[in-house]
């Protein structure tokens, strides 16, 4: 069993910064990429970053230069840095990880976390 767990979330102005944080725990033999996503009232879930277990790095088109992913791997942790905020950017943030498991078996699976909220205001 894994478990992520997000934490960073909050109210912030238009213009205003948040960094979000997800701590992976658990079984884990490694983490593989890791990633953020995001799902406002009505719409889909969407990619907004991803890092792979080397540091590649991915961003959706309307977060680049504003966002920055990053991973402590000694922590099994992945951040979410949010500069420039805007209104749009509200959302539920999700933490993502693809994680190899050994014990008691071999698996290799997709985790989601529960949800942070981020409020941008205008």
């Known amino acids: 069993q894994v478990q992520l767990v997000e934490s960073g979330g909050g109210l912030v102005q238009a213009g205003g910064s948040l960094r979000l944080s997800c701590v992976a725990s658990?079984?884990?033999?490694?983490?593989?990429?890791m990633g953020w996503y995001r799902q406002a009232p009505g719409k889909q879930r969407d990619v907004v970053a991803t890092v792979s277990s080397g540091g590649s790095t991915y961003y959706e088109d309307s977060v680049k230069g504003r966002f920055t992913i990053s991973r402590d791997n000694a922590k099994n942790t992945v951040y979410l840095q949010m500069n420039s905020l805007k209104p749009e950017d509200t959302a539920v943030y999700y933490c993502?990880?693809?994680?190899?498991?050994?014990?008691?078996?071999?698996?290799?699976?997709?985790?989601w976390g529960q949800g942070t909220q981020v409020t941008v205001s205008s």
């Open positions: 658990g079984s884990i033999f490694r983490i593989n990429s």
């Open positions: 993502n990880a693809e994680v190899e498991l050994r014990s008691p078996i071999s698996w290799r699976g997709n985790y």
